[in-house]
């Protein structure tokens, strides 16, 4: 009611003050305003006549925005410049991309017949009543575009003013009572709109808080309420939006995998930390950054790549990148797929473990039928030749059948080694108690004794008090395993030492040998299952290969482990490192 009230209270004292001003230009400055008009129109041809030929040189160039703007500062005119179907091209006052197409206005309807056309109306972009002049830009083969000079008339409509106040000074009276009604009822109009503007521009600069203080019952008052409901509702669908992108944050993060995200421009979008750590960024600044600068591997940059070929039908592609980072090879699987936007987003495996298992099994399938085919074929010789051979000397065949008797212990003992090594692997040691692993290096020392005099190698102890919480049967097997290593591979006449002690929270075992030693590029092999050092030798040592690798297995099942220390041509030692027990500790 009361907008509608001011609405009505206000056209009245316009229409006031419209009667008015028609009445005095009717009178007093018609005149006036023609002959200002007839000196703007000239000044203008002139102007626009000097604007079509320094543009015409410049209309395919960036530069002509630019030219425009400094005329129309020279001048003090408003200048533009179109092509020929009415685009603007340049102009001085506003951005030419956001202004609308020219070629229906009347100045330009006007220069496409006589060459030059003008028009006065109130412009869209002042809002001032503005004289426009146009001229055709000829060109050699027809027109290249449309001239353009606009200057605002406010000279016209001040000494239209001043002839008013001197003519009808009550007039100027009533006018002056009637802009000032108008001005404060506009004022208290404008306030709350001004507000709710001030409201809108934070609110979509992101300030969600934006209070809105309007409390009037009008239909201002209405509006101010709506806009605060919209507010609180954007308020509550950020607050979601920001909880969901923390849920999904923490998730990506949380995951295993690495998950990797990149725009059009192959800039990283977002890297969760599985993905940084396995391409090796750290903590430092990635996000933003181009992908060819964080990552020197072409292949895995090409594997995050999405080109025309690729990812066309929106699935998933996969592709294995191998890495060299910190030392060691790296295996990752990734799978890309495109963004909606642009970009793609990849998940990325590390399959190092498995791809390393795999070779494992591999060589252990291998290996285990190699070590089974040697003895095999061994026993089939001589059961085909027990078999042909029907006149064989009864001490022939004894001889035979202690061969074969061997064959079959080593296949025995292979059986018995793949065993133990598969309770190794399983981290399952046996039942654990307090070990003195000075008494238990001592009854292994006993059992080799025999074995290391038959060879002439000295077999010595030297033992500490030492207790580890171990497995016993597992120890005795470790120790069995290292000394019988130290005895195949010392010569006559050498020497291996068995020695415990405790060292901090740890049972310390070692057993060194002066024998043929290992070469630095094989140390880190001879845990290995079925890897032999001296290849040469191979044949001729018992074995099966197993002994190092169960030693290592059940070191580390017991949460210790294994490392060694050896020179070619000086000797050996291995060093194992089992658990001492803890005071409150008993039998398992």
């Known amino acids: 009611m009361r907008s509608r009230f001011v609405a009505r ?22 005149f006036a305003r023609e002959e200002q008009r007839r ?15 320094v543009a015409r040189p410049l209309l395919d160039s960036p ?24 685009r603007v091209l340049a102009d001085s006052v506003e951005h030419s991309a956001t202004m609308e197409n020219h070629f229906d206005r009347a100045e330009f309807r006007g220069a496409l017949v006589s060459g030059f056309g003008t028009d006065e109306r109130v412009s869209k972009t002042t809002g001032t009543a503005t004289l426009y002049v146009c001229r055709v830009i000829p060109g050699a083969e027809g027109r290249l575009g449309f001239a353009r000079a606009a200057l605002p008339l406010p000279g016209i409509e001040a000494r239209r003013a001043r002839l008013r106040a001197s003519v009808w000074a009550g007039v100027a009276i009533g006018s002056a009572a009637a802009l000032l009604l108008a001005w404060w009822v506009a004022g208290r109009i404008a306030r709350p709109v ?28 209405d509006l101010a309420r709506a806009f605060e409901r919209m507010a609180a509702r954007l308020r509550e669908r950020l607050g979601d939006l920001d909880r969901e992108r923390g849920k999904l944050a923490v998730v990506l993060d949380g995951v ?20 940084r750590a396995m391409l090796g960024l750290g903590d430092a600044p990635a996000i933003g950054r181009p992908l060819v600068e964080l990552l020197r591997a072409p292949e895995l940059v090409e594997a995050l790549r999405l080109d025309d070929d690729g990812g066309r039908d929106g699935g998933p592609r996969g592709r294995e990148v191998r890495l060299h980072q910190g030392g060691r090879d790296r ?13 793609a987003v990849a998940a990325l495996l590390d399959v190092s473990e498995l ?5 494992v099994r591999r060589d252990f399938v291998a290996n285990v039928s190699h070590e089974l085919k040697t003895p095999l074929a061994a026993m089939r010789g001589l059961v085909e030749t027990l078999l042909d051979d029907k006149e064989m000397t009864a001490e022939t065949r004894q001889r035979f059948l202690a061969k074969l008797g061997d064959q079959v212990q080593r296949l025995a003992e292979l059986a018995s080694d793949l065993l133990h090594l598969a309770r190794a692997e399983a981290d399952e040691p046996g039942a654990r108690a307090r070990l003195d692993l000075a008494a238990a290096a001592a009854q292994a020392v006993d059992r080799f004794a025999g074995p290391a005099k038959a060879k002439s190698i000295e077999l010595s102890s030297q033992l500490a008090p030492a207790v580890a919480w171990a497995d016993p049967l597992a120890v005795e097997q470790l120790l069995d395993n290292l000394v019988d290593n130290a005895l195949k591979y010392t010569p006559s006449g050498g020497r291996v030492d068995v020695r415990t002690r405790a060292e901090g929270g740890d049972a310390l075992l070692e057993v060194a040998d002066n024998g043929i030693g290992i070469e630095p590029s094989e140390q880190a092999r001879v845990f290995e299952r079925f890897y032999r050092v001296d290849k040469a030798r191979a044949r001729d040592v018992p074995g099966t290969g197993l002994g190092l690798s169960i030693v290592k297995h059940l070191a580390e099942a ?31």
């Open 9 to 30: 209270l206000f056209a009245s004292y316009a229409l006031l003050v419209v009667a008015n001003a028609l009445l005095a230009e009717f009178l007093v400055a018609r």
């Open 331 to 343: 295996v990752l699987l990734v799978r890309a797929a495109p963004l909606p936007a642009g970009g």
């Open 558 to 588: 017991h949460g210790g482990g294994v490392t060694l220390e050896s020179w070619p041509g000086r000797g050996s030692t291995f060093r194992v490192r089992l658990p001492r027990p803890r005071p409150d500790q008993g039998e398992e």
């Open 256 to 275: 295993a995998e690495g998950v990797v995200a990149v725009d059009a421009q192959e800039r990283l979008l977002h890297c969760n930390a599985a993905a």
């Open 63 to 86: 530069s002509l925005e630019l030219r425009v703007e400094e005329l129309g500062a020279a001048t003090g005119s408003r200048f533009t410049v179109t092509d020929a179907g009415g």
């Open 194 to 221: 001004a507000a709710l503007t001030r409201a809108a521009a934070a609110l979509a600069e992101g300030d969600v808080d934006v209070a809105i203080d309007h409390r009037g019952r009008d239909e201002i008052g």
């Open 39 to 53: 000196e703007i129109e000239e000044s203008l041809a002139a102007q626009v006549t000097l604007l079509g030929e």
């Open 355 to 359: 791809r390393r298992l795999e070779t």
